[in-house]
């Protein structure tokens, strides 16, 4: 972990670049350095039906999710939360601009109890710096 999924109204097509928007989200999360480089995930999901404010179809909307695992403390947790949507939000400056749009991002904690993972990404990537 972490997991960032971004859920995104479908007007935004052609307004922006959501492979672009995952890129920005990645690198965000590189840059707070408490995350594990093979655990870093950004998926993205377009939203072809949806209902905003007062119904006028020229609103659009990015909403993410960042699911982490346990372990950090708040101080930390906010930093990196901080980092992020900054980056986010600094990318984002020309929707804001051109249209009306909402972004929110919201930060959860996965209970290690009830949690399920198979990564081997972590192992490839240790193999991969120790053989330059």
């Not at 930060?107 to 009830?114: G, L, P």
């Amino acid at each position: 972990m972490p997991h960032f999924t971004i859920e995104y109204s479908a007007n935004l097509d052609g307004r922006l670049d959501i492979g672009a928007v995952c890129e920005v989200v990645r690198k965000a999360a590189v840059e707070t350095g408490i995350f594990p480089l093979g655990g870093i995930r950004v998926r993205a999901i377009r939203c072809e039906h949806y209902a905003i404010a007062d119904a006028r179809n020229d609103y659009g909307f990015l909403d993410m999710v960042l699911r982490i695992g346990e372990g950090r403390d708040l101080p930390t947790r906010q930093k990196a939360g901080e980092h992020v949507f900054k980056a986010l939000s600094k990318h984002l400056d020309p929707v804001f601009a051109a249209s009306k749009f909402a972004l929110s991002f919201d930060m959860q904690i996965n209970d290690k109890d009830t949690s399920w993972k198979r990564n081997n990404i972590h192992d490839a990537l240790k193999v991969e710096a120790a053989n330059g």
